[in-house]
């Protein structure tokens, strides 16, 4: 079984260099897989860092693409129709792999050939110790895990961070959905994927010893900021499926805007509460959720208001397609 790794990155050079280590030291037969690393139009040093190790580590078959357009689902494009193997095995550019990772997925692929894709445990290493309410939103930084067992299951969601699958499958549901390009942020990236997977009853395998390390920042990641906004980007998902995947209309983008400005309100109301009984654990939460809801408020207006945005989201240039037998060679 041959893989294409493919790592997608931007303005990571002092952090790319672990997963490519990571990479590097692999058990798996150096002739079975592949590194493929898209530059999505980084102003640092990446590209010195990725050549450094091309020309170290002439063994290791290592290719590099560089993407000017702003947006990770175009450097996925990239990444997907260049591959050479049978194999997709996405990372993130601050991601650490054990070194049987590309083992343990082959692993869980052969136990049961009718697996499409294989999600591996994401655990998160913290550059030093966050505060204590952070655990409990681990999740939104990319943790996953289900049990120490290889399972198999149908619509089993993946993590992009952790997430192999056949290149097939890949090109024929049409890859991954948008998520920022430029300032916007336009769609639900794997979740769209995973969605489509689902509909499809794709058999999803387990890997609990592919485990991948997700390197964060506490001064950056740990904060009440960068968690609000990871809820404000899943609560967009809902009025961008509404509109752009299912296709509902305006009526029933309308019906969730309202539902959710209600939700909104509710949920700020509950904020105050807790703030003033002086329960943070809780405040936390609903300041989070009630940011979650107040997002598809805006983003509904701005698909309802906005021209060039809503066009933007229906165009559908992200779509994998392959034209031909030969993708980029």
């Not at 058990?27 to 590194?35: A, H, L, M, Q």
């Not at 996405?90 to 990772?101: E, H, P």
């Not at 009526?251 to 807790?274: C, E, I, P, T």
């Amino acid at each position: 079984m041959k893989f294409s790794v493919i790592i997608t990155t931007f303005n990571r050079a002092n952090s790319i260099h672990m997963c490519l280590d990571s990479l590097i030291s692999q058990d798996y037969p150096k002739e079975n897989f592949e590194i493929i690393i898209v530059n999505n139009n980084s102003t640092d040093n990446t590209e010195e860092v990725v050549e450094d190790y091309i020309s170290r580590y002439p063994e290791v078959n290592i290719r590099y693409f560089f993407v000017p357009r702003p947006g990770q689902v175009y450097a996925r494009q990239i990444g997907i129709l260049a591959s050479k193997n049978e194999i997709l095995s996405f990372t993130d550019d601050d991601g650490i792999l054990v070194k049987n990772w590309l083992s343990e997925i082959a692993n869980v692929f052969e136990k049961n050939e009718n697996a499409t894709g294989v999600a591996g445990k994401i655990e998160i290493k913290w550059d030093k110790t966050p505060p204590e309410w952070i655990y409990d939103y681990e999740e939104q930084l990319g943790k996953l895990n289900y049990g120490d067992e290889i399972k198999y299951e149908t619509g089993l969601y993946m993590n992009a961070g952790n997430l192999s699958i056949k290149k097939k499958v890949l090109i024929e549901v049409g890859g991954f959905n948008p998520e920022m390009v430029g300032d916007w942020l336009l769609g639900d990236g794997e979740t769209g994927l995973w969605l489509r997977l689902k509909k499809n009853n794709c058999l999803i395998g387990w890997a609990p010893k592919a485990l991948m390390y997700h390197l964060q920042y506490a001064d950056k990641n740990a904060t009440v900021k960068d968690i609000k906004r990871r809820f404000m980007n899943n609560g967009i998902c809902v009025p961008y499926n509404i509109f752009a995947i299912d296709k509902e209309g305006n009526k029933n983008l309308v019906r969730n805007m309202f539902y959710a400005f209600r939700m909104g309100l509710r949920w700020s109301y509950k904020k105050l509460a807790y703030t003033l009984t002086g329960n943070m654990r809780r405040r936390y939460y609903a300041l989070f959720r009630s940011a979650f809801y107040f997002a598809q408020v805006k983003y509904s207006l701005k698909i309802i208001t906005d021209r060039e945005f809503r066009n933007s989201l229906t165009k559908n240039d992200w779509l994998v397609k392959v034209n031909s037998k030969e993708a980029l060679i």
